[in-house]
């Protein structure tokens, strides 16, 4: 018998709403230890709120109906921001694709939002991970360091569900355990000072500009970091990734039918401001938007 929920919500926003889909992004690699979509559409996560760890579960049939019900000490806290999380104060109303590929993206995908979490260590963690190397190696150290040092998920959480270390965690890793995760010194050293100012930084979430100049000044986080940061934690949908690998080919073969290139790429998202990751994302959703083969990034491998 399942363990019954410490807190639900059942939500008909007026607006449509595609959980699954907005929150698709929080996700780290198909082996994400805090993220899990069943094959009958529920999507299962953890977290690690203020008030403690939490697990929540999101049922929906229609895109104006939402069950979510929440495990562990979180539980009150996570129903409480649920419709901020799923993008109850997003404006996409105010959005103008001006291009038939957005145009078709747009009209294809009407419950995306862009996702406000308020969690920003949260996001900020596997961001520093995913800095200068391939995703798959990313994704692979976040899944190997979660499941390693993180903590049990509460309620009826799938196996193998584990919530995110507590920063004291990743702020006293050994050097050892970032090594057989593939992580390199920087990017360690970079976790382990985020960890330290993790407390400030997640009550800056209710003041883009503050996040925006913390993580300005941690050393190591920079604009293509705090973008990342700021399209899943604080519903950033401006947030424009500069600097990333491969946003200039991803961009001008979509849109143009040729790369960007990266001097480029700020100057032609000008248009869509205050919009930008919104068309980065419709772009990332479209099948065949960029070529399968493209130059990638160093391969990482563990440290000896």
Same mark, same amino acid.
């Given at each position: 018998? @399942?363990?019954? %929920?410490?807190?639900?919500?059942?939500?008909? %926003?007026?607006?449509?709403?595609?959980?699954?889909?907005?929150?698709?992004? *929080?996700?780290?690699?198909? &082996?994400?230890?805090?993220?899990?979509?069943?094959?009958?559409?529920?999507?299962?996560?953890?977290?690690?709120?203020?008030?403690?760890?939490?697990?929540?579960?999101?049922?929906?049939?229609?895109?104006?109906?939402?069950?979510?019900?929440?495990?562990?000490?979180?539980?009150? #806290?996570?129903?409480?921001?649920?419709?901020? #999380?799923?993008? @109850?104060?997003?404006?996409?109303?105010?959005?103008?694709?001006?291009?038939?590929?957005?145009?078709?993206?747009?009209?294809?995908?009407?419950?995306?939002?862009?996702? &406000?979490?308020?969690?920003?260590?949260?996001?900020?963690?596997?961001?520093? *991970?995913?800095?200068?190397?391939?995703?798959?190696?990313?994704?692979?150290?976040?899944?190997? *360091?979660?499941?390693?040092?993180?903590?049990?998920?509460?309620?009826?959480?799938?196996?193998?569900?584990?919530?995110?270390?507590?920063?004291?965690?990743?702020?006293?890793?050994?050097?050892?355990?970032?090594?057989?995760?593939?992580?390199?010194?920087?990017?360690?050293?970079?976790?382990?000072?985020?960890?330290?100012?993790?407390?400030?930084?997640?009550?800056?979430?209710?003041?883009?500009?503050?996040?925006?100049?913390?993580?300005?000044?941690?050393?190591?986080?920079?604009?293509?970091?705090?973008?990342?940061?700021?399209?899943?934690? *604080?519903?950033?949908?401006?947030?424009?990734?500069?600097?990333?690998? &491969?946003?200039?080919?991803?961009?001008?073969?979509?849109?143009?039918? &040729?790369?960007?290139?990266?001097?480029?790429? @700020?100057?032609?998202?000008?248009?869509?401001?205050?919009?930008?990751?919104?068309?980065?994302?419709?772009?990332?959703?479209?099948?065949?938007?960029?070529?399968?083969?493209?130059?990638?990034?160093?391969?990482?491998?563990?440290?000896?």
């Amino acid at each position: 018998m @399942e363990l019954p %929920p410490d807190c639900s919500l059942h939500w008909q %926003p007026a607006f449509p709403v595609d959980a699954k889909l907005t929150l698709k992004n *929080l996700r780290r690699g198909r &082996h994400d230890p805090t993220h899990r979509e069943e094959a009958d559409g529920t999507l299962w996560r953890t977290a690690l709120a203020p008030s403690g760890p939490v697990t929540y579960r999101i049922r929906q049939q229609r895109l104006d109906d939402l069950h979510v019900d929440a495990w562990g000490p979180g539980a009150a #806290e996570l129903v409480d921001n649920i419709r901020t #999380e799923l993008g @109850e104060h997003d404006n996409p109303e105010d959005f103008r694709p001006a291009h038939p590929v957005l145009e078709r993206a747009w009209s294809r995908l009407p419950g995306l939002r862009v996702p &406000h979490t308020g969690r920003l260590f949260e996001a900020l963690v596997p961001a520093i *991970l995913e800095q200068r190397v391939v995703g798959l190696d990313a994704q692979a150290a976040w899944t190997r *360091l979660v499941g390693a040092h993180g903590g049990p998920a509460p309620g009826p959480a799938p196996d193998p569900m584990r919530v995110m270390p507590s920063p004291e965690v990743w702020a006293n890793l050994p050097i050892w355990e970032w090594r057989r995760a593939g992580v390199d010194l920087h990017r360690s050293k970079t976790v382990i000072f985020a960890a330290r100012y993790a407390a400030k930084l997640d009550r800056a979430a209710g003041d883009a500009a503050r996040a925006y100049q913390l993580m300005a000044a941690m050393p190591g986080v920079g604009v293509w970091t705090s973008a990342q940061v700021g399209h899943r934690a *604080l519903g950033d949908a401006d947030a424009l990734p500069l600097g990333d690998f &491969h946003l200039g080919r991803m961009t001008g073969t979509a849109l143009l039918g &040729h790369p960007l290139a990266q001097h480029e790429i @700020e100057a032609f998202y000008l248009p869509w401001r205050p919009h930008r990751y919104r068309v980065v994302r419709l772009l990332e959703l479209t099948p065949r938007a960029a070529p399968r083969r493209s130059h990638r990034a160093p391969r990482a491998r563990p440290f000896r």
